[in-house]
């Protein structure tokens, strides 16, 4: 089915056409006139979704109509792809967890076309305060191979990016592993020398999760993981840029330095589009999310309990702060995160790119999606 969708373009500000057909972009044009003041750019690309409006899956109650709801907000969000990201959690809950995403896949070829893969973030984290963040102690444990196979076997493969601290001595080996089999694996949750960090780049690690977060309140000036992982030209970095997880200052350095290497991640957790207001979380407790958005842990008001933010949230806080100018942002959280994946094809607002871009408006500096494309299918029509 052919499909054309006008408006202006996110980069140029030109008016354009887009042509679709089985779910490919097949030309892209310019046009006389825009569809209103509606912008076009590229679906967003979400590495990092612990869950949203309610809808967790780290929970141990997930359900596949449950994922596929949660799918369904994050395309009324400008999401078309995402990682589910499950955390530190008993080995039967992470399991619980992956059938529930299987079994979503299987029953919906849109959702199954959203989800790029799983993101395991834990078991095989740092057991330190402060490096470990909110996951749970007791679900700690040092890298191990067999049990990801069973894990990897039971998603059917779909396992393609595990977040993990490489100061285990297990960790060199598994890094291999996990590179050798097709999983992309990234250094977080650490407390790392400057040379387990080497040793990990070597063994096939490629990107920092939510550089400068989960960290230790306190670091020494000069060796410290944050400046190792920096400073490695082999290491992209993902980055929460919610407004509370990082700085200004730091936003700003860790785009400049990885500039090119650089992917927006929201993080966001269930409580992502609730109201303000006291909580309870498998994750951190009790947790409170504020009236400005952000999100903590209530017995330790300086420790983030992951973001209850989206990640069009994040490109205008990036934006809006002076940071980058919106299309670079948008990059950042589209066409970059689908770059450091590997796609072995045409990207962007690019004739033979998948057909996978969002139609919205600038309100009051902020995005608001009119329409979400999937696959050259409108997904959600706002």
């Known amino acids: 089915m052919k499909t054309n969708f006008k408006g202006q373009h996110y980069k140029t500000g030109k ?4 042509r679709v057909n089985g779910g490919m972009i097949v030309e892209v044009k310019e046009s006389l006139a825009a569809e ?8 967003l690309v979400d590495l990092q979704v612990n869950g949203f409006k309610g809808i967790d899956f780290n929970s141990g109650l997930l359900t596949a109509d449950e994922v596929c709801e949660l799918t369904c907000f994050l395309w009324e969000a400008g999401v078309t792809t995402y990682f589910p990201t499950l955390i530190t959690n008993s080995d039967e809950g992470i399991v619980e967890a992956i059938e529930a995403i299987v079994a ?10 959203s989800i790029g893969g799983i993101h395991l973030e834990g078991p095989f984290l740092s057991a330190e305060d402060g490096p470990r963040g909110a996951h749970p ?15 990897q076997k039971l998603a059917e493969g779909r396992i393609q990016l595990m977040t993990m601290a490489p100061e285990w001595p297990e960790a060199e080996g598994f890094i291999k592993k996990c590179t050798a089999s097709g999983v992309l694996v990234s250094i977080g949750h650490t407390a790392a020398s400057p040379l387990q960090i080497q ?3 070597g063994a096939g690690a490629t990107m920092s999760t939510h550089l400068g977060n989960a960290t230790h309140l306190s670091l020494p000036r000069h060796d410290n ?9 082999k290491l992209w970095a993902s980055i929460i840029a919610d407004g509370f997880h990082l700085p200004k200052a730091m936003l700003e350095i860790f785009v400049k330095v990885k500039e090119g290497r650089c992917i927006l991640v929201s993080d966001c957790t269930k409580f992502a589009g609730l109201a303000p207001g006291s909580y309870d979380s498998h994750i951190g407790g009790q947790i409170e999310l504020n009236k400005e958005g952000r999100l903590f842990m209530k017995k330790e008001p300086k420790m983030l309990a992951g973001s209850a933010q989206s990640l069009a949230w994040c490109v205008d806080h990036l934006t809006n702060s002076g940071i980058l100018p919106l299309s670079e942002a948008l990059d950042m959280a589209s066409v970059k995160p689908m770059e450091w994946l590997g796609a072995n094809k045409t990207l962007g607002l690019t004739k033979g790119a998948s057909a996978d871009f969002i139609v919205f408006e600038r ?20």
């Open 199 to 201: 040793t990990a780049i």
């Open 104 to 113: 979503a896949c299987k029953a919906d070829e849109r959702v199954n076309a």
């Open 225 to 233: 993981y944050i400046w190792e992982q920096l400073a490695s030209d």
């Open 137 to 151: 102690l007791k679900h700690i444990k040092a890298p191990d191979w067999e049990l990801f196979r069973s894990w």
């Open 15 to 18: 008016p354009i056409d887009i």
């Open 363 to 382: 309100r009051a500096n902020t995005i608001e999606i009119v329409r979400t494309v999937k696959s050259g299918a409108v997904v959600y029509q706002g």
């Open 36 to 43: 209103g003041e509606f912008h076009l750019a590229p679906g």
